[in-house]
Nanobody, 119 residues
Framework: QVQLVESGGGLVQPGGSLRLSCAASGSIFRSYAMGWYRQAPGKQRELVAAITSGGDTNYADSVKGRFTISRDNAKNTVYLQMNSLKPEDTAVYYC?????????????WGQGTQVTVSS
């Protein structure tokens, strides 16, 4: 049982930076893989970055070299540092927590935070 709350979104100019935070509560945070997804109007939700419970990371090709996902298990928080932002990054960003145990899957989502990159 996990509740997720995103924060840190907003309006920034192209080339700017934002750091998103996702605070988790209600369960054992370190047991979950965490991810950031985004969805722009008229488009499918896509995975932006993910980090396993062990700290391994993966990124969408479109954000490699610009975004960094990290987690602080002591604070029950996952972050997404976004640098060199582009207008194409504009979307609602969602935090996800996932845990798989043999024949079961636990999957939770935050409410989303808006990121707008515009001049």
């Amino acid at each position: 049982q996990v509740q997720l709350v995103e924060s840190g979104g907003g309006l920034v100019q192209p080339g700017g930076s934002l750091r998103l935070s996702c605070a988790a509560s209600g369960s054992i945070f370190r047991s979950y893989a965490m991810g950031w997804y985004r969805q722009a109007p008229g488009k499918q939700r896509e995975l932006v970055a993910a980090i396993t419970s062990g700290g391994d990371t993966n990124y969408a090709d479109s954000v490699k070299g610009r975004f960094t996902i990290s987690r602080d298990n002591a604070k029950n928080t996952v972050y997404l540092q976004m640098n060199s932002l582009k207008p194409e990054d504009t979307a609602v960003y969602y935090c996800n927590a996932r845990r798989r145990i043999i024949d079961k899957e636990y999957n939770y989502w935050g409410q989303g935070t808006q990121v707008t990159v515009s001049s």
